[in-house]
């Protein structure tokens, strides 16, 4: 069986975003002061061949534990569904 996952991985809330205190600071030049709390991180797909949404799910989380993310700083999230 084939999946698709999409990653999103996000510094955690607790530390400063200096890329998103930038373009939250632009959005005020831009004329969209309305716009605030900006925060940047990464989006990842990629595709899993698996016997088991199950085990696609537990291939997708230690790629996100052990490579993706830095656990220090950041968080992340991911959907998995199976493409046809």
């Known amino acids: 069986m084939k999946f698709k996952a999409e990653i999103d991985v996000m510094p955690l ?11 939250t600071s632009s959005m005020k030049n831009l004329g969209l002061p309305q716009i605030t709390n900006v925060r940047i991180g990464k989006h990842i797909t990629m595709e899993v061949e698996a016997d088991s ?3 696609a ?6 790629a996100c534990k052990d490579l993706l993310h830095n656990p220090i700083m950041e968080g992340y999230e991911f959907h998995l569904e199976e493409v046809l």
């Open 13 to 23: 809330k607790a530390l400063l975003d200096p890329q998103g205190k930038a373009v």
């Open 53 to 55: 949404k199950e085990k």
């Open 57 to 62: 799910n537990e291939m997708v989380d230690k």
